[in-house]
T-cell receptor
Framework: GAGVSQTPSNKVTEKGKYVELRCDPISGHTALYWYRQSLGQGPEFLIYFQGTGAADDSGLPNDRFFAVRPEGSVSTLKIQRTERGDSAVYLC?????????????FGPGTRLTVL | DAKTTQPPSMDCAEGRAANLPCNHSTISGNEYVYWYRQIHSQGPQYIIHGLKNNETNEMASLIITEDRKSSTLILPHATLRDTAVYYCIETLGGFKTIFGAGTRLFVKA
């Protein structure tokens, strides 16, 4: 079956611009996660959705970052006034959210470069 | 910060077992231990998880000490394709997940 997909695969933008990154989770998965990963480091948790609601957004670095999941499926990570330090690979993952099925399935990531 | 500690890198000969250790001395009674790996330029891939008992699946075995303060991931017959960064994670119910730097495993021919 189809896995987690993310678009675009690469995004180059200029400092100060607004970007949106999209995640399509595995069909039926109620839990969705966003991470970002810098070179040589492990993924850094940003936010986790259970259904349409953000159950834990404690990893969002500041108010320039926002994520939505209006229908409980596709999610969009939005970054306002991008800074060079936002350059990273942004990873999305989904899981069934059910007991015993909590392993996360990751997408290939979106590589964001802020010039 | 990650609550687990792992060696930064390990080598393993192709065809031999790779044993990757992880310390999770602050793990609480209802926290699971999860293992993921990340092959270069790909998203992390789930390997296995456990709570108290040892676990085995088609990819690996997970040995958890009786006091649950450490665990070992075993790849029984490592191949070159197993070269990756391996992450050991404590997670309550699998939700908020904190990755550390992981162990970079090099499988050599």
């Amino acid at each position: 079956g189809a896995g987690v997909s993310q678009t675009p695969s690469n995004k180059v933008t200029e400092k100060g611009k607004y970007v949106e990154l999209r995640c399509d989770p595995i069909s039926g998965h109620t839990a969705l996660y966003w991470y970002r990963q810098s070179l040589g480091q492990g993924p850094e948790f940003l936010i986790y959705f259970q259904g349409t609601g953000a159950a834990d957004d404690s990893g969002l670095p500041n108010d320039r970052f926002f994520a939505v999941r209006p229908e409980g499926s596709v999610s969009t990570l939005k970054i306002q006034r991008t800074e060079r330090g936002d350059s990273a690979v942004y990873l999305c993952a989904s899981s069934s959210g059910l007991a015993g099925g909590l392993e996360q399935f990751f997408g290939p990531g979106t590589r964001l470069t802020v010039l | 910060d990650a609550k687990t500690t792992q060696p930064p890198s390990m080598d393993c000969a192709e065809g031999r077992a790779a044993n990757l250790p992880c310390n999770h001395s602050t793990i609480s009674g209802n926290e699971y231990v999860y293992w993921y790996r990340q092959i270069h330029s790909q998203g992390p891939q789930y390997i296995i998880h456990g709570l108290k008992n040892n676990e085995t699946n088609e990819m690996a075995s997970l040995i958890i000490t009786e006091d649950r303060k450490s665990s070992t991931l075993i790849l029984p017959h490592a191949t070159l394709r197993d070269t990756a960064v391996y992450y050991c994670i404590e997670t309550l119910g699998g939700f908020k997940t904190i990755f550390g730097a992981g162990t970079r495993l090099f499988v050599k021919a």
